[in-house]
């Protein structure tokens, strides 16, 4: 898959992100607890690769190119600790067994994520993308589908 765009790559993730959450909540759901571990692990892996592009790479080139220090960044990174506190949880209620604490982190990982997504990519990923010339657009979204 080509993308030209950060908001393409971006959302590409998201949706990625999703999916896999979705599929961890059909196991758990089911008492599977085990197997939901396993591919929380995957999800755990990818989450946090997002936040790390978002906060080492993306971020970065934002606020140099939009001059905007505070604002979309500064609630993206507040908003990532509770994202980050909430996988921490759940991915301890699924190594216990415990599907009730599971529900109940899920819970708050899901009151947060919409909106987070929601600001992402209706805000942050869109104007990234306007302040970047082609060139510079298409180097960064081959560097943050290669981060690591």
Same mark, same amino acid.
């Given at each position: 898959?080509?993308?030209?765009? /950060? =908001?393409? @790559?971006?959302?590409?993730?998201?949706?990625?992100?999703? +999916?896999?959450? +979705?599929?961890?909540?059909?196991? $758990?759901?089911?008492?599977?607890?085990?197997? +939901? &571990? /396993? #591919?929380?692990?995957?999800?755990? !892996?990818?989450?946090?690769?997002?936040?790390?592009?978002?906060? *080492?790479?993306?971020?970065? /080139?934002?606020?140099?190119?939009?001059?905007?220090?505070?604002?979309? =960044?500064? +609630?993206?990174?507040?908003?990532?600790?509770?994202?980050?506190? *909430?996988?921490? $949880?759940?991915?301890? $209620?699924?190594? !216990?067994?415990?599907?009730?604490?599971?529900?109940? &982190?899920? %819970?708050?990982?899901?009151? #947060? #994520?919409?909106?987070?997504? $929601?600001?992402?990519? =209706?805000?942050? @990923?869109?104007?990234?993308?306007? &302040?970047?010339?082609?060139?510079?657009?298409?180097?960064? /979204? =081959? %560097?943050?589908?290669? *981060?690591?």
């Amino acid at each position: 898959m080509t993308f030209r765009t /950060v =908001t393409e @790559y971006l959302l590409w993730d998201h949706d990625r992100l999703d +999916a896999t959450f +979705a599929q961890v909540c059909v196991l $758990a759901g089911r008492g599977e607890m085990p197997p +939901a &571990a /396993v #591919l929380f692990d995957r999800f755990h !892996n990818l989450m946090m690769r997002h936040i790390r592009i978002e906060e *080492a790479i993306l971020m970065p /080139v934002f606020e140099g190119k939009t001059g905007l220090t505070s604002g979309p =960044t500064e +609630a993206s990174r507040r908003e990532h600790k509770g994202v980050i506190e *909430a996988i921490i $949880a759940m991915k301890s $209620a699924l190594k !216990n067994g415990s599907s009730s604490r599971f529900l109940e &982190a899920r %819970r708050k990982f899901l009151s #947060l #994520l919409p909106s987070h997504h $929601a600001k992402e990519e =209706t805000l942050m @990923y869109p104007m990234i993308d306007q &302040a970047l010339t082609d060139e510079e657009r298409l180097d960064l /979204v =081959t %560097r943050l589908e290669e *981060a690591i």
